[in-house]
């Protein structure tokens, strides 16, 4: 609750006492309905104001609501079969009868963040801020990120740092003692942005993450040694990822993207993720996406599908499928309707409505229809 109110403290006096042009400020609304075929569902509503300050400062800030909705679990408690594959939600287990009703919470987030970006020049700053909060979890982070162009505005480089902090307080699970638990975690990125031609657009990128801290589930059980233990994975991590990406404008008002990522980590994990994407225009008020992305992993050096004794593997067991060996494929079509240009009232100008429907599968014999459905509208 401390956190809470600083940060609104602190983003308050930003909005309020940072001198102003005389540019008014634009303010974006939006809410978007998840869904999947095991009828987990996260509804999300959020609100987006960009302002102008003196010259050269400009002042973001983002605040959104989660709404998630998990169905009874359809396992025993502290099986895998009670964490969502897409989602990657969890709920604590207070009994087994109360594991048989529906379970929902909410998520509260916060993000602001600060520019300088003086005229004529061919650097910026932006200096930024978030937190969230649930009833089991504060996340925090806060960062910097120095960037400039080169080569008249057709290369950029920047390189951003952040510091996160998070608390985990877990509700009270089945026979377990709620314990608190910190996790920090330090973040490099660099990101070399360059304009190939007037149509085509490139982005390569390194992030690394050290975590340091609690990284287990703390609702989650695992079958060792014939009965039921909490799930321990190490308390240090150090994560690193190469990525690409090549944007290209093509004839008849069309567009694609590919994308590629190459990841590893110090607990074993290798990972290779490729994702195309390709928006058409069909007609004046119509975009449609295509979308198909492939993502294949090693599992974990601790990671197993049993475990003989209840030490596990160094003392670790996991029941995390993101830890485990596994392919993926997702398919997926969008379409997004802008009213701009639309004889409609005036409060629908600027309105944008989507529609997105992907299929998920992988090589665990898990499959899903995933349904979305939102708005995002300037007033």
């Known amino acids: 609750m401390k956190w809470k109110l600083r940060t609104l403290v602190v983003l308050g006096v930003l909005a309020l006492?940072?001198?102003?042009?005389?540019?008014?400020?634009?303010?974006?609304?939006?809410?978007?309905?998840?869904?999947?075929?095991?009828?987990?569902?996260?509804?999300?509503?959020?609100?987006?104001?960009?302002?102008?300050?003196?010259?050269g400062w400009s002042l973001s800030l983002r605040t959104a609501l989660d709404r998630v909705i998990l169905p009874p679990l359809p396992g025993l408690p502290g099986s895998q079969e009670n964490l969502d594959a897409i989602t990657a939600a969890s709920r604590p287990v207070q009994s087994v009868e109360l594991s048989k009703e529906g379970y929902s919470k909410m998520r509260q987030e916060v993000v602001g963040g600060v520019t300088y970006a003086p005229r004529g020049q061919a650097w910026r700053a932006t200096g930024s801020m978030y937190t969230s909060f649930e009833s089991d979890y504060t996340g925090r982070q806060v960062g910097v990120t120095l960037a400039r162009d080169f080569n008249r505005g057709n290369t950029n480089l920047s390189l951003g740092v952040a510091h996160g902090f998070d608390t985990i307080a877990p509700d009270v699970d089945e026979g377990q003692q709620a314990t608190t638990q910190d996790r920090n975690t330090e973040d490099l990125t660099l990101l070399w942005t360059q304009t190939v031609t007037p149509k085509t657009l490139t982005q390569v990128g390194f992030e690394a993450t050290w975590v340091h801290g609690f990284q287990s589930n703390p609702y989650r059980e695992v079958y060792a040694g014939g009965t039921r233990v909490p799930e321990r994975h190490p308390e240090r991590r150090l994560r690193q990822a190469v990525f690409g990406q090549v944007d290209r404008y093509l004839m008849s008002r069309a567009s694609v993207s590919l994308r590629a990522r190459y990841y590893n980590d110090d607990w074993g994990v290798q990972a290779g993720t490729f994702d195309a994407r390709?928006?058409?225009?069909?007609?004046?008020?119509?975009?449609?996406?295509?979308?198909?992305?492939?993502?294949?992993?090693?599992?974990?050096?601790?990671?197993?599908?049993?475990?003989?004794?209840?030490?596990?593997?160094?003392g670790y067991v996991s029941g995390d499928y993101k830890l485990d060996d596994f392919d993926s494929n997702l398919f997926g079509v969008k379409f997004s309707v802008p009213f701009e240009g639309l004889s409609v009232?005036?409060?629908?100008?600027?309105?944008?409505?989507?529609?997105?429907?992907?299929?998920?599968?992988?090589?665990?014999?898990?499959?899903?229809n995933v349904l979305e459905a939102g708005f995002t509208w300037p007033f």
């Open 17 to 55: 006492c940072a001198p102003r042009t005389s540019s008014a400020p634009t303010v974006t609304a939006s809410m978007h309905t998840f869904t999947d075929s095991e009828e987990n569902r996260v509804e999300t509503y959020a609100m987006q104001l960009r302002q102008m300050l003196r010259e």
């Open 278 to 314: 390709l928006h058409q225009y069909v007609g004046e008020h119509l975009i449609v996406r295509y979308r198909y992305r492939y993502h294949t992993q090693s599992a974990a050096s601790f990671y197993r599908d049993f475990y003989e004794s209840t030490n596990g593997v160094d």
């Open 345 to 368: 009232s005036p409060w629908a100008r600027g309105l944008v409505v989507d529609l997105k429907y992907e299929r998920y599968f992988d090589s665990q014999s898990f499959a899903a």
